[in-house]
């Protein structure tokens, strides 16, 4: 072992001109990252002071630490149920909405029927057709035919598709070679055996990356759900949180708290997973 | 397997069975019905909730509708059409719209180039960077909102006290009508630069270094790198990047909504089009008008992404 670390040539010295430059790339990014985090390392602080503090100090750490706010916030406002919501209908929608992408891009990417390019330009084709187009039609659909104004499956049933997804999956699903799959047939396995045994298996970073897309996509929509969801204790939480503004006009002490209430879980997630966030974006534009 | 089996040996007979056989032949494959039971639902999830919308959106436009007895709805041709251009807030809107749009453009386009280049030419702790950067994205947009009017506050925000600190004139950010529509927009771009970063960072990464290593050896500078090799090669990922801007500023609606109300902000100077949208549909519940706007809007930003692809589009591709 000891010889190998000596035997490894000393670490080379960069030009100077080199080390320079990145001395300058360092800056610049370091400062973007100050401004992108730093607006919420002054809410989390901003959260435990109380009001009077809030508004009138220059200070970012809080003179007197209080959690008076949260105990008022959780107190007045369902945050509890909201954010049941908000879980159930992304998670669900995400679940559903990878797998039927899954097997809608191997279909059109392996199987041959008639009009099966004509379909798939024109579930394409929908992806250009702005939401406030639809949303009327849409809402009447769903209140009168399905009986859902002001339930969760009002949300979630208009995410069990998605165009965006079957083009991404399809474009992969192209590259699995043809022998593989005719392989598995010769050998006979049946069609539902291939595809989750050994399409779902090959396809597993596409998937995580349209998951990921399709939860922060849904976890922070909020136009469809005002729409649908009138009742409080139906509402996910960006609506529950934009509610905070007229609940608590100027009480930014409630805001603060609020807003770390919704923003945290998700940030725990991130602190773990930022590589699969990252690299699921990343390839979603790579690919489109 | 005996679906293949029973294939070969049934080629020859099926021309003198005719058309019913192959039907039989075809159902007896098991791709038929994996390709069936996945299909269907497909199609008629589909047709609920997207052409038939879509269908309903064009018949909509053209009558007054009416809430309680839609089918004998009152047909009025352009009606609605003229009637939502007379809206006292249409031309406003449209305005606020096409300059919400523009300051996008200034805003994300540069800055998101600039650090996605630094990103790829950082040798140490560029995964950390990006992560960093990329957290406002992941923050649901209404906290994002909720944050910056703390911060934007005149009177009491952090944001002034720090102008104030360092002997700068305090601002009126969100509070006045000449501020309000680029520091809403500001505070779009603060929250969605990480998403684009991370595109264009790794359309960047994709170019092959020696590419750049042959032109270091012709003795270029990092400028002419970036002008003749960066952005040539990135044409593919600036088009997409473009185009999603566009899509998404045309229709903003979120931000504004959150910031300043259903009114949009100190004298109508942030509503937008999709607000006045929303506000025809379901505050003054005008289903006709509401859906002719969405068409117009819809109209203009085909065109728009058109007019993208056609200018922005590289000859060549990968």
Redesign the interface.
């Known amino acids: 072992m000891a010889v190998i670390s000596e035997a490894r040539p000393a670490r080379r010295r960069l030009p100077r001109r080199i080390l320079i430059s990145q001395s300058l790339i360092q800056i610049f990014l370091l400062g973007m990252v100050v401004v992108a985090i730093f607006p919420f390392i002054w809410m989390i602080f901003a959260s435990l002071k109380p009001f009077k503090e809030l508004v009138e100090s220059r200070a970012l750490l809080p003179e007197t630490w209080t959690l008076r706010n949260y105990e008022e916030i959780l107190g007045r406002v369902n945050f509890v149920a909201a954010f049941r919501n908000s879980i159930v209908s992304a998670v669900s929608v995400t679940v559903v909405s990878v797998f039927t992408s899954s097997v809608m891009g191997y279909i059109f990417s392996k199987y041959r029927f008639v009009g099966k390019e004509i379909l798939f330009t024109i579930i394409l084709s929908t992806m250009m057709v702005p939401f406030a187009v639809i949303m009327v039609p849409l809402y009447i659909t769903i209140a009168n035919s399905f009986g859902l104004a002001d339930h969760l499956g009002g949300i979630i049933i208009t995410g069990f598709y998605t165009a965006f997804g079957i083009f991404l999956m399809r474009q992969f699903m192209e590259s699995i070679p043809f022998e593989l799959i005719d392989a598995a047939r010769i050998d006979g396995a049946s069609e539902w055996r291939i595809f989750f045994t050994l399409v779902l298996p090959m396809s597993l970073s596409p998937m995580s990356a349209l998951a990921v897309f399709v939860y922060l996509f849904n976890w922070d929509s909020f136009l469809w759900p005002l729409i649908v969801l009138n009742s409080q204790d139906n509402q996910t939480l960006p609506l529950v949180l934009a509610g905070l503004r007229n609940l608590w006009w100027t009480r930014y002490e409630m805001w603060a708290a609020g807003s770390m209430l919704t923003v945290v879980p998700v940030m725990a997630i991130y602190a773990f997973a930022s590589r699969y966030f990252i690299r699921g974006i990343a390839m979603t534009g790579l690919k489109a | ?1 005996t679906s ?1 089996a029973d294939g070969s040996g049934a080629s020859g007979r099926a021309e003198t069975m005719g058309a019913w056989f192959v039907v039989k032949k075809t159902l007896r494959k ?2 038929f ?3 069936f039971t ?2 269907v639902p ?1 199609l008629i ?2 047709w ?7 269908i ?2 064009f018949r ?1 436009s053209t009558v007054a509708y009416k809430l309680l007895d ?1 089918a004998n709805s009152p047909f009025v041709g352009i009606g609605n059409f003229l009637k939502i251009s007379q809206h006292p807030l249409f031309l406003v809107s449209v305005k606020n719209t096409i300059l919400w749009a523009v300051y996008s453009f200034i805003f994300h386009l540069p800055l998101a180039m600039l ?1 996605a280049v ?2 790829s ?5 560029r ?1 950390v ?15 994002v ?7 934007m ?1 005149p009177e ?1 925000g ?1 944001l002034n ?1 720090l102008l104030s ?1 360092v002997g700068l004139p305090e601002l009126q950010w969100l509070s006045s009508s000449s501020s309000a529509l680029p520091t809403a927009v500001i505070i779009a771009t ?1 929250k969605g630069l ?2 684009y970063v ?6 960047m990464m ?1 170019i092959p270094s020696e590419l750049y290593d042959a032109a270091l050896v012709d003795g270029t500078n ?1 400028w002419q790198q970036f002008w003749r090799i960066t952005m040539p090669l990135m044409g593919h ?1 600036i088009l ?1 990047i473009t185009v999603l801007l566009a ?1 998404g500023s045309l ?1 903003e ?2 931000l504004p ?2 910031l300043f ?1 259903s009114e949009g902000g100190p004298g109508n100077s942030t509503y937008l089009y ?1 607000m006045l ?2 506000q025809e ?2 505050l003054d519940i005008r ?1 006709g008008t ?2 002719a ?3 117009l ?2 109209a203009f ?2 065109a728009i ?1 058109v007019l993208q692809i056609k200018l922005i589009r590289p000859s060549w591709s990968y």
């Open positions: 397997m293949i098991p791709q019905w994996f390709g996945m299909i497909l999830w589909y609920i909730f997207s052409f038939w919308p879509i309903q959106a909509m839609p650090i630094f990103l030419k950082v040798r140490r702790g995964n960077y990006q992560a960093l950067i990329f957290v406002p994205v992941v923050v649901s947009l209404v906290a909102s909720l944050l910056f009017k703390m911060l506050d009491v952090q006290k600190g603060w990480g998403f991370v595109i264009l960072t790794a359309g994709n990092p990922t997409l899509i229709q609606f979120t909504t959150v109300g999709n949208i929303y549909a379901f289903f509401a859906t706007a969405s068409l809007q819809f930003i085909l992404s």
